[in-house]
């Protein structure tokens, strides 16, 4: 993305001078890049979490929203120093190849199969999700996808594999955008698509609703990933992590979206 290009580069990528050479025992500050995914940013959940953090720390926040993909590719590349990212099997394969210092579950929510308000494809009759794509197959009715190797990229695509379809033909929207923008593109087409509950319900003027939900299948677990890599700020880092996963921050987690929507748009796992 032209955004988290350009925003790398004012950074400097790897080795981004002293104030990103903090060692674990150092006093953290400087910069800490934070790569995660578009759902947090989306949501409002770091416009909240980012300043609270910033306050009580020696480190400022960078802040690249993009698909868990991209932000694990960054991390391996160190461009970023610390990943609040949703794509487990993607982070596990990321650890075992040895780019991350620790991994931690922070929290989760789940994801929601959206449609039309008139449900063309009648996807709600099925039983779940998978049973309600093929409905959406069978009647060729539009699908968006945010085709971005995203967390929500891949676990839609592992529900289409489970249904048996490879997704292709007209009918299937590729947006190559992220979560907030797929949706509305998902509302003005009249298409169905899949999208993490807190962005849904933190996207205003929709025209559409939930077609299928709930099931261990739709859980979106999030973890936060101290990146290993030469040059990055490692002491900001753990700190970050240390932060997010503390009792306090994980009661407000716990707590975030309930004025605005009546219901919590993340669930707190640290400790768990």
Same mark, same amino acid.
């Not at 922070?106 to 998978?130: E, T, Y």
């Not at 009792?247 to 707190?268: D, M, N, S, T, W």
């Given at each position: 993305? +032209?955004? *988290?290009?350009?925003?790398? @580069? %004012?950074?400097?990528? !790897?080795?981004?001078?002293?104030?990103? =050479?903090?060692?674990?025992?150092?006093?953290?500050?400087?910069?800490?890049?934070?790569?995660?995914?578009?759902?947090?940013?989306?949501?409002?959940?770091?416009?909240?979490?980012?300043?609270?953090?910033?306050?009580?720390?020696?480190?400022?926040?960078?802040?690249?929203?993009?698909?868990?993909?991209?932000?694990?590719?960054?991390?391996?590349?160190?461009?970023?120093?610390?990943?609040?990212?949703?794509?487990?099997?993607?982070?596990?394969?990321?650890?075992?190849?040895?780019?991350?210092?620790?991994?931690?579950?922070?929290?989760?929510?789940?994801?929601?199969?959206?449609?039309?308000?008139?449900?063309?494809?009648?996807?709600?009759?099925?039983?779940?999700? +998978?049973? *309600?794509?093929?409905?959406? @197959? %069978?009647?060729?009715? !539009?699908?968006?996808?945010?085709?971005? =190797?995203?967390?929500?990229?891949?676990?839609?695509?592992?529900?289409?594999?489970?249904?048996?379809?490879?997704?292709?033909?007209?009918?299937?929207?590729?947006?190559?955008?992220?979560?907030?923008?797929?949706?509305?593109?998902?509302?003005?087409?009249?298409?169905?698509?899949?999208?993490?509950?807190?962005?849904?319900?933190?996207?205003?003027?929709?025209?559409?609703?939930?077609?299928?939900?709930?099931?261990?299948?739709?859980?979106?677990?999030?973890?936060?990933?101290?990146?290993?890599?030469?040059?990055?700020?490692?002491?900001?880092?753990?700190?970050?992590?240390?932060?997010?996963?503390?009792?306090?921050?994980?009661?407000?987690?716990?707590?975030?979206? +309930?004025?605005?929507?009546?219901?919590?748009?993340?669930?707190?796992?640290?400790?768990?």
């Amino acid at each position: 993305m +032209v955004a *988290a290009a350009a925003l790398l @580069a %004012a950074c400097g990528g !790897p080795g981004r001078g002293p104030q990103s =050479d903090a060692s674990p025992s150092s006093a953290p500050g400087g910069t800490l890049i934070l790569g995660t995914t578009t759902s947090t940013q989306d949501s409002g959940l770091l416009d909240t979490l980012v300043p609270e953090y910033e306050s009580g720390s020696h480190c400022r926040v960078k802040t690249v929203a993009v698909g868990s993909g991209e932000a694990l590719a960054m991390g391996a590349s160190g461009n970023a120093d610390v990943l609040l990212v949703h794509s487990p099997a993607a982070e596990l394969k990321y650890m075992a190849q040895g780019h991350g210092v620790s991994r931690a579950a922070v929290m989760h929510n789940d994801f929601v199969l959206l449609g039309p308000k008139g449900d063309p494809a009648h996807a709600s009759q099925g039983k779940d999700a +998978v049973e *309600a794509l093929k409905a959406i @197959a %069978a009647a060729r009715a !539009p699908f968006a996808s945010r085709a971005d =190797d995203s967390g929500t990229n891949a676990k839609e695509l592992t529900l289409w594999g489970r249904a048996g379809i490879k997704p292709e033909g007209g009918w299937y929207i590729r947006t190559g955008q992220g979560m907030g923008e797929t949706l509305t593109i998902a509302s003005q087409k009249q298409a169905y698509t899949l999208s993490d509950r807190g962005t849904y319900l933190a996207t205003r003027n929709l025209d559409l609703r939930i077609i299928s939900e709930g099931g261990q299948e739709l859980l979106n677990p999030y973890h936060v990933i101290v990146v290993r890599h030469a040059g990055t700020n490692e002491g900001c880092a753990r700190e970050f992590a240390q932060w997010i996963t503390s009792a306090p921050r994980q009661q407000e987690i716990a707590h975030f979206g +309930v004025k605005e929507f009546g219901q919590p748009l993340f669930f707190p796992d640290a400790g768990r």
